[in-house]
């Protein structure tokens, strides 16, 4: 498959990149931050009002299923100007999951509201910090015809703000996925501000009954719909540090053919312009990887692991290493919270994290190639 956007994703992308740095330039983030708010529910309004959280959910349950490319490109844009919503958490991963594991009445009572905007679900899995599915100790035992959930999640990104908690559980029938309220007796939720002035959720459940009719598919039946969303949530976050990579790139480019020392330009110092060139080449073998990640989704394609865990690792380095370029080579001023490009080396440490870091996917990578 061909490398490039076709006709309506380019359009996407330019109407994407438009609307975001018109409205939530980096600046928005910090006001944002200033003011002691930890989202952007304007942003979310009039995302919803565009159709975007319908992004990849099905025609039938009210979506535009427009596909993962087109939320790649939305994610990217995102990532260029920092704007914080529950687009990735909510209209993608959730969407994904629920749409993969969920019987049709589960899907007709949540999609077309996740796709509005008017209701927001995150998957709640992690429990040590790092994304492992294997370590997943929340148990579900049958109770009352229902089920009583115990346990606790970590660092839930937008978990303090969800409606919906997508649960990962496991009891001796194998994993399991709940979708239960977040405002369910049983359920404690403490914050917590992240480096990027997000919060992330640590949540806690305490003998929380659900009904059977909560629980996503089959008890022990959630591994294979659990490894597609992997897969979404790894190629999707991918698209979000690409840009990321790509505006501390031309910003950095662009403050080195402005400033001067020793009476020249300083990106005319060799040494800057070799480290440079270097970054521009790792950049775009790196939107040629998250690219075929998002086709390979779309297609449904067998490769779909093997390059979504490549564009994860691969992204997770590209951008530690263009935003620590980016501080270092506008030097002192880097540094200094007075300018905008210390913002995205935060952003893309949390990024780096989610979804499974560069460790996490680089061994998949290997295990999924029979290394």
């Not at 709940?178 to 917590?192: L, N, V, Y």
């Not at 790894?234 to 990321?244: D, T």
């Not at 950049?283 to 075929?292: G, N, P, Q, R």
């Amino acid at each position: 498959m061909a490398l490039i956007l076709d006709e309506e994703q380019q359009l996407l992308k330019d109407s994407a990149k438009a609307f975001l740095s018109e409205n939530f330039p980096v600046s928005a983030l910090r006001a944002m931050r200033d003011s002691g708010n930890d989202h952007m529910p304007e942003l979310w309004a009039q995302m919803s009002e565009m159709g975007w959280p319908g992004m990849v959910v099905p025609d039938a349950y009210s979506g535009l299923e427009f596909g993962y490319v087109g939320a790649g490109v939305v994610l990217e844009e995102m990532g260029r100007t920092l704007a914080l919503s529950p687009f990735l958490s909510s209209a993608v991963v959730s969407a994904t999951l629920i749409t993969k594991l969920g019987n049709e009445q589960q899907k007709e009572a949540l999609l077309p509201s996740i796709a509005s905007g008017e209701l927001t679900a995150v998957l709640a899995a992690d429990e040590s910090g790092h994304y492992n599915l294997d370590e997943v100790a929340t148990e579900a035992k049958a109770s009352d015809g229902g089920f009583a959930i115990s346990g606790s999640k970590r660092g839930v990104i937008d978990g303090h703000h969800a409606d919906v908690l997508l649960v990962v559980c496991k009891n001796d029938s194998g994993s399991g996925v709940f979708a239960i309220p977040s405002d369910s007796d049983g359920i404690s939720i403490e914050t917590r501000l992240i480096v990027d002035s997000q919060r992330a959720a640590d949540i806690t459940f305490t003998d929380v009954f659900v009904g059977a009719d909560a629980l996503l598919g089959e008890l022990g039946g959630a591994d294979e719909a659990l490894d597609f969303t992997l897969d979404v949530a790894a190629a999707c976050s991918s698209a979000e540090m690409l840009g990321i990579a790509i505006e501390s790139f031309e910003r950095t480019v662009g403050y080195l053919k402005e400033r001067e020392q020793f009476g020249s330009k300083i990106g005319t110092f060799q040494g800057l312009q070799h480290r440079a060139a270097q970054l521009f080449a790792e950049i775009e073998v790196t939107k040629s990887a998250v690219l075929s990640a998002l086709q390979a989704l779309d297609a449904d394609s067998e490769k779909r692991s093997v390059l979504a865990s490549m564009a994860k690792a691969k992204c997770s380095k590209v951008v530690r290493n263009a935003t620590e370029e980016a501080v270092q080579m506008h030097g002192g001023i880097g540094m200094t919270d007075e300018f905008d490009i210390g913002f995205f080396m935060k952003r893309a440490a949390v990024c780096r994290q989610a979804y499974g870091d560069y460790h996490f996917h680089a061994d998949r990578f290997a295990t999924l190639r029979g290394y």
